[in-house]
């Protein structure tokens, strides 16, 4: 079992950058591949990026690529997803979650998941 607390939303300005995080207690990180999605009211949940268990890789969606990066610090059982030059388009809650596939931008593929943060960003 993973417990995952998901932290680092706020209100930001149009261009901002926001760091949230993603912190594991129980069985931490050890195997699974973490990876960040989102949901904007009204919207399905969209996949944003993943990285690999040692850290050492990761997969991007391509409408986040060169703004976003998603790191992990094993010896804090914690994943970091730094988001920079935010528009009102980024607005929405923001989940992290665990599983054992990497690479896959499906959420039914990942097994345990944070509760969400809310990132707002005004223009």
């Known amino acids: 079992q993973v417990q995952l607390v998901d932290t680092g939303g706020g209100v930001v300005q149009a261009g901002g950058s926001l760091r949230l995080s993603c912190a594991a207690s129980g069985r931490a990180f050890g195997g699974y591949t973490v990876g960040w999605f989102r949901q904007a009211p009204g919207k399905e949940r969209e996949f944003v990026a993943c990285?690999?268990?040692?850290?050492?890789?990761?997969y991007y969606a391509d409408s986040m690529k060169g703004r976003f990066t998603i790191s992990k610090d094993n010896a804090k059982n914690t994943v970091y997803l730094q988001m920079n030059s935010l528009t009102p388009e980024d607005t929405a809650v923001y989940y992290c979650?665990?599983?054992?596939?990497?690479?896959?931008?499906?959420?039914?593929?990942?097994?345990?998941w944070g509760q969400g943060t809310q990132v707002s960003v005004s223009s």
């Open positions: 990285v690999s268990w040692s850290g050492d890789s990761a």
């Open positions: 979650a665990a599983g054992r596939v990497y690479g896959t931008n499906k959420p039914y593929e990942y097994d345990y």
